[in-house]
């Protein structure tokens, strides 16, 4: 079985600051790792994804995020954040076929002025 | 292009009343499933189909049904309202493997 783990239920960040959002994903076979956001009151929006390849992944809004197969996590990261990015965060984890995605409890990102 | 839409936006059920939430897609994607979404939960996959005429259950299933007749559309049945139903629901869609995922603004359901 997979499981998402977002230890941060909320995270408060000034404007201009770098942020980090932890995700640790517990699996025992090959997994794709996903990060969505979602604005009030509206569905979530594809943030970036790691199928393979380089760790290092770049999604859009200036948001990358790195897999570490070691330590099972895959946190995302942004260097410098906007007001606008106030919202909450998902990660989530898919098995070998796509067909099933197993999503983290969220963490709100609340940037301040 | 419209995406991914979800009706009705709101509804308010009483306990034993039956419900369709509709999700129709016009983007011709293969793969579409539907998602409850709880406070502190996160989302979980309720049921998904990776084409016309085949569907399976996620992860929490029990209470909800489906079918797919159309590659456009993925109805999902409450056959008989529970208040522990009561969430917010998101209908998703996909082209094939490996293509993100589009979601529907979701349909929030309370059930009295």
């Known amino acids: 079985a997979q499981s998402v783990t977002q230890l941060d239920s909320q995270v408060p960040v000034f404007e201009e600051a770098p942020v980090e959002l932890r995700c640790n994903y517990s699996?025992?076979?090959?997994?794709?790792l996903f990060w969505y956001v979602q604005y009030p009151n509206q569905g979530l929006q594809l943030l970036l994804k790691?199928?393979?390849?380089?760790?290092l992944v770049k999604g859009i809004n200036g948001f990358e995020a790195e897999f570490n197969k070691s330590q099972t996590s895959f946190h995302l990261r942004k260097p410098s954040v906007h007001i606008s990015d106030t919202a909450e965060y998902f990660c989530a984890v898919s098995d070998k076929n796509f067909n099933k995605f197993y999503f983290g409890s969220g963490t709100k990102l609340n940037v301040k002025p | 292009n419209a995406g991914v839409t979800q009706t009705p936006k709101f509804q308010v059920l009483k306990t034993g009343q039956s419900m369709t939430l509709q999700c129709a897609q016009d983007?011709?994607?293969?793969?579409m499933s539907w998602y409850r979404q709880d406070p502190g939960m996160g989302l979980r996959l309720i049921h998904y189909?990776?084409?016309?005429?085949?569907?399976d259950q996620g992860e929490v299933p029990n209470g909800y049904n489906v079918s797919r007749s159309t590659t456009e559309d993925f109805p999902l049945r409450l056959l008989s309202a529970a208040p522990s139903q009561t969430s917010v629901y998101f209908c998703?869609?996909?082209?094939?493997?490996?293509?993100?995922?589009?979601f529907g603004d979701g349909t929030r359901l309370s059930i009295l």
């Open positions: 983007m011709n994607h293969e793969y």
């Open positions: 998703a869609s996909s082209y094939a493997q490996r293509q993100p995922q589009h």
């Open positions: 189909s990776v084409g016309a005429g085949i569907t």
């Open positions: 699996s025992s076979v090959s997994v794709y």
């Open positions: 790691y199928l393979s390849g380089s760790t």
